[in-house]
């Protein structure tokens, strides 16, 4: 069973910053990637951010240059530092992991509860 339990969601007024954190638990073999999507109310599901194994990280064009995604491995964590916060940031943030759970298992992706970031104006 693999559990992932994001954390670090609140309130923030416009140009602030909020981190995100991300913790894997349970049968954790080998993750692949690790990504950040958010979710706003009425709107598709976004991906924000990846970082894969290697640590090569990938964002989309809306937070390139504001956020940064990392990962700690020996806590099979995943961060997410969100600077120069906008409005339109705010938004349901889910964190999703690609993993083999077992050494005989193929990969597949999990997602944790989400956790809402509200900036204001």
């Known amino acids: 069973q693999v559990q992932l339990v994001e954390s670090g969601g609140g309130l923030v007024q416009a140009g602030g910053s909020l981190r995100l954190s991300c913790a894997a638990s349970?049968?954790?073999?080998?993750?692949?990637?690790m990504r950040w999507y958010r979710q706003d109310s009425g709107k598709q599901r976004e991906l924000v951010a990846t970082?894969?194994?290697?640590?090569?990280?990938i964002y989309s064009d809306s937070v390139k240059g504001r956020f940064t995604i990392s990962r700690d491995n020996a806590k099979n964590t995943v961060y997410l530092q969100m600077n120069s916060l906008k409005p339109e940031d705010t938004a349901v943030y889910y964190c999703?992991?690609?993993?083999?759970?077992?050494?005989?298992?193929?990969?597949?992706?999990?997602w944790g509860q989400g956790t809402q970031v509200t900036v204001s104006s």
């Open positions: 349970g049968s954790t073999f080998s993750i692949i990637a």
């Open positions: 970082i894969t194994s290697g640590d090569t990280t």
């Open positions: 999703n992991a690609n993993l083999r759970p077992t050494a005989w298992t193929t990969s597949r992706d999990y």
